[in-house]
């Protein structure tokens, strides 16, 4: 696979930084919601497993936009 690699302007960054925490925090208030209104305790542990993966993507995302 041939995967260019640019550097990420700072407004880009931002931008996509303001998008994903946007979506982690909705994410993280959705398994709040899950948990507490009982839920059943697989769709908490799969909610709670996507937004670890999710938090895991943004990471190594940012890190490779820096370089």
Known sequence: ???EHR???????????LGVGISL???AVVLI???STGA???A?????AALVGALVVA???WRGSQG
């Open 1 to 3: 696979m041939n995967h």
């Open 40 to 42: 059943h305790p697989v």
């Open 7 to 17: 550097k990420i302007s700072l407004a880009e960054r931002l931008i996509v930084t």
């Open 25 to 27: 925090a909705v994410m």
């Open 33 to 35: 919601r899950m948990a």
């Open 59 to 61: 990471m190594r995302l």
């Open 44 to 48: 908490v542990c799969l909610m709670a």
